[in-house]
T-cell receptor, first 113, second 111 residues
């Protein structure tokens, strides 16, 4: 399968725990995006990478959130000290270049209890 | 930054009818717009895009119209099918070409 892959698909965690999500973009796509989506809303931009460089972060990305793309391939999104308000679908997308079509993964649904 | 919004939260149509989903945007500097379809439990799926130097673009059963004068774009789906039932988002590209989404319109197709 050559689509964007996200792991895990679902995560339930207790408040205060740390969680990490992984995204494998389409091979050779140099742009990678992270979004968060809550019920009834559109995806909200969190951050994006151009190769391994993190070029932009949204104000939604508090200091409890960190994203990496160490070799310009897969990316991880970590949330530390999770809060109930972090419960959402976390979506990853990739594109070949800045004007290319962005392909989305199936998302990781996080539930903080 | 870009702000985009859909005009209606829900649109109900009969199978076989044409559907029109509307979207307004605020940033006149945006030069790239994308329509996405999202089915329940899945990530958004690209449908069609349009650059600001165009006012119309056609795909398979879909047409996007861009009116820069009133900052409005629309997605027209011809001969709507039950499989078209989903939430549709317009997204503005902005100067960094980062897709920025509005709230979406839920399209319900009745057989």
């Amino acid at each position: 399968d050559t689509g964007v892959s996200q792991d895990p698909r679902h995560k339930i965690t207790k408040r205060g725990q740390n969680v990490t999500f992984r995204c494998d973009p389409i091979s050779e796509h140099n742009r990678l995006y992270w979004y968060r989506q809550t019920l009834g809303q559109g995806p909200e931009f969190l951050t994006y990478f151009q190769n391994e460089a993190q070029l932009e972060k949204s104000r939604l990305l508090s200091d409890r959130f960190s994203a990496e793309r160490p070799k310009g391939s897969f990316s991880t999104l970590e949330i530390q000290r999770t809060e109930q308000g972090d419960s959402a679908m976390y979506l990853c997308a990739s594109s070949l270049d800045r004007v290319g079509e962005a392909f989305f993964g199936q998302g990781t649904r996080l539930t903080v209890v | 930054g870009e702000s985009v919004g859909l005009h209606l939260p829900t649109l109900s149509v009969q199978e076989g009818d044409n559907s029109i989903i509307n979207c307004a945007y605020s940033n006149s500097a945006s030069d790239y717009f994308i329509w996405y379809k999202q089915e329940s439990g899945k990530g958004p799926q690209f449908i069609i895009d349009i650059r600001s130097n165009m006012d119309k673009r056609q795909g398979q059963r879909v047409t996007v119209l861009l009116n820069k004068t009133v900052k409005h774009l629309s997605l027209q789906i011809a001969a709507t099918q039950p499989g078209d039932s989903a939430v549709y988002f317009c997204a503005g590209g902005g100067k960094s070409y980062i897709p920025t989404f509005g709230r979406g319109t839920s399209l319900i197709v009745h057989p």
